[in-house]
Nanobody, 120 residues
Framework: VQLQASGGGLVQGGGSLRLSCAAS????????MGWYRQAPGKQRELVAS???????NYEDSVKGRFTISRDDAKNTVYLQMNSLKPEDTAVYYC???????????????WGQGTQVTVSS
């Protein structure tokens, strides 16, 4: 299984970006999905998550600005980021709990990371 993240880039403050993360390989189903970020010198933190039933959870600083969504037909998770701030600058990582076989409990897979840079 591989996760391929895309959509990062350089944007001015107040701008928007949409991140995508697509899973490929031996996939029976996908449970939870999430986006994390890691800024220089800081620990990786959860930004947003979405359950199989599409319940969502957001880190406080992004509430009202970011929206996580999923397309199970495409094995893809998205992160729409609006009203971006310089403090959102980080490498963004996606992860998914992927179930490989009908009897599997699933395991966590990570994408390779995509850089988001917000200028002031």
């Amino acid at each position: 299984v591989q996760l391929q993240a895309s959509g990062g880039g350089l944007v001015q403050g107040g701008g928007s970006l949409r991140l995508s993360c697509a899973a490929s390989g031996s996939i029976f189903g996908i449970d939870g999905m999430g986006w994390y970020r890691q800024a220089p010198g800081k620990q990786r933190e959860l930004v947003a998550s979405i359950t199989r039933g599409s319940s969502t959870n957001y880190e406080d600083s992004v509430k009202g600005r970011f929206t996580i969504s999923r397309d199970d037909a495409k094995n893809t998770v998205y992160l729409q980021m609006n009203s971006l701030k310089p403090e959102d600058t980080a490498v963004y990582y996606c992860n998914m709990r992927i179930i490989n076989t009908p009897r599997s409990l699933g395991r966590i897979y990570w994408g390779q990371g995509t850089q988001v840079t917000v200028s002031s």
